[in-house]
């Protein structure tokens, strides 16, 4: 006790939480880790099944950016990678990593999952006025746009576009939103017409 501060002592007075052992502990554990495992594989058939759901509905462009008219590039709505399933039922899912940045520092810091993980496949939904090759509905390839990280989070990526009436900081992440995978590119960042 010789070492021992006022703190310690105030703190080793104050009640202690009652605690609850088992008598079979690794049969306990065990039971948690596999409820646990379920819950985890649970969540990751939802998302498979969202972006499926996503995917396949691309084309159904919501009329509030249909409606829109760019003066100068084109909005897009991008697909996004589904994860891959074995022919044993394995959902295979490759997430798209990207670095986070530490701050005051120019050096990579931890790989970070990027939330928006887009295919290269997009759909037209709005042309300039003076476009004649691409029209609205038009399937095409297009360069993946980066992810835009401020330390450790992904809060944005290029050339993402939100119409006015979002009016969030950060662009929607889930494929659920109506304001999800928008762009306003360039016709350089458009590559193939499918």
Do not use: C
Request: aromatic residues 10%; charged residues 30%; glycine residues 4%.
């Amino acid at each position: 006790m010789k070492d021992a501060t006022l703190e310690d002592f105030i703190e080793s007075k104050k009640d202690k939480p009652v605690s609850v052992s088992f008598a079979q502990a690794a049969e306990k554990n065990l039971n948690y880790d596999w409820m646990q495992k379920e819950a985890v594989v649970k969540a990751f058939t939802d998302d498979a099944e969202k972006r499926k759901w996503y995917n396949d509905n691309l084309k159904e462009v919501d009329p509030l950016y249909a409606n829109l008219k760019p003066l100068d590039g084109y909005i897009i709505r991008m697909s996004v990678r589904e994860y891959v399933e074995s022919k044993t039922g394995l959902l295979i899912v490759n997430p798209d990593m990207t670095q986070s940045v530490r701050p005051g520092s120019h050096t990579p810091g931890d790989a970070i999952r990027n939330p928006y993980d887009f295919d290269s496949v997009a759909v037209i939904v709005a042309v300039p006025h003076y476009d004649t090759q691409l029209k609205p509905g038009d399937m095409v390839q297009v360069v993946r746009p980066r992810p835009e990280v401020v330390g450790d989070q992904v809060v944005h990526y290029e050339n993402g576009y939100a119409h006015p009436e979002y009016k969030l900081g950060e662009l929607p992440k889930s494929v659920e939103s109506r304001h999800f995978g928008y762009a306003l590119v360039p016709f350089n960042r458009i590559k193939v017409l499918l």
